[in-house]
């Protein structure tokens, strides 16, 4: 398909593009910069989809498969991703802000120069994730997952205060 009809699709029925998806797996959909705000992405089948710079702001992609997927530069601010899994996804560069990020898997993510100013970050798993350079100033990070993430010390940005409460030995 091309990236028009992905468009047409996914926006018209999530259970259309899943079964699609399910038909043509060894199809990577191309949705790079797809307008796709205010979409209701819900469990959406988006693994391995090139979302580069997609414009997602105020969509719902709760619980949606995102993993591998290339985020880069996506606009997403005020997006809900709680419960989405994200491992291994790349979000160089994109920017989450107030987006809803709780509970979401970015285990292996790289999220270097995302702006995650004032996201929720709660329970999300960023084990092996790359931070460097990200802007999570304000952010919620209850209980978040940290094992091995990046975020070199030459970082121009502090981790919020949570944080470096539960980095500290």
């Known amino acids: 398909m091309n990236k028009e009809t992905n ?56 619980g949606a498969d995102l993993h591998g997927a290339n985020l880069e530069g996506a606009e997403m601010n005020g997006a809900n991703l709680s419960s989405a899994n994200l491992a291994g996804a790349n ?24 702006d995650l100013y004032r996201a929720n970050l709660e329970g999300v798993n960023l084990e092996g994730a790359n931070l460097n350079g ?20 030459t970082s121009p940005l502090t981790p919020p205060l949570a944080l470096n409460r539960e980095m500290q030995p």
Do not use: Y
Request: proline share 2%; net charge negative; no cysteine.
């Open 7 to 62: 468009v047409q699709l996914v926006r018209q029925s999530v259970a259309a593009w899943n079964e699609a998806r399910r038909i043509n797996s060894h199809v990577l959909p191309d949705l790079r910069e797809a307008e796709l705000a205010g979409v209701n992405l819900s469990n959406a089948n988006l693994a391995n989809a090139d979302l580069t710079g997609a414009k997602l702001h105020l969509a719902n992609l709760t």
């Open 91 to 114: 979000l160089g560069s994109a920017i989450l802000t107030e987006a809803n990020l709780q509970r979401a898997d970015l285990r292996a993510a790289n999220l270097e120069r995302a």
């Open 134 to 153: 990200a802007r999570w100033d304000d952010a919620k990070v209850d209980e978040a997952i940290l094992d091995r993430f990046i975020m070199p010390d």
